[in-house]
């Protein structure tokens, strides 16, 4: 090769674009979907945490409100609800700050 192809080559080489790094996986699914799954699987706790999950991404807040009627449309009782937070916030996944009477305030980690 002559030195016109060897520049020309150096230079779509340092023009070339650089390759995305490879992020995290993640599944989109339906929320009446994922309760219809849990409910099968007869797992209502894991629809607290996607529930969770999925308000945190539609508002862009990590911290949000949980109460019970809302819940109660995807089939989890406020009971399952309860103890369900308990376990998020044991585990480290979540922060709870749950006063008596009030609804329960949750900060995804």
Not at 5 to 25: F, G
Not at 42 to 61: D, F
Not at 75 to 98: D, S, Y
Request: aromatic share 6%; hydrophobic share 45%.
């Amino acid at each position: 090769m002559d030195a016109w192809h060897k520049q020309r080559m150096a230079e779509l080489h340092a023009a070339a674009p650089v390759k995305r790094t490879k992020t995290d996986l993640y599944a989109v699914i339906k929320l009446k979907a994922a309760a219809k799954a849990f409910a099968a699987m007869k797992y209502p706790k894991a629809m607290v945490y996607i529930w969770l999950v999925h308000q945190a991404r539609r508002t862009g807040k990590r911290t949000v409100s949980v109460p019970n009627g809302v819940l109660t449309k995807y089939g989890v009782p406020p009971q399952t609800k309860r103890r369900a937070l308990k376990e998020l916030a044991a585990a480290g996944v979540i922060l709870l700050n749950q006063q008596p009477r009030k609804t329960p305030v949750a900060t995804l980690l």
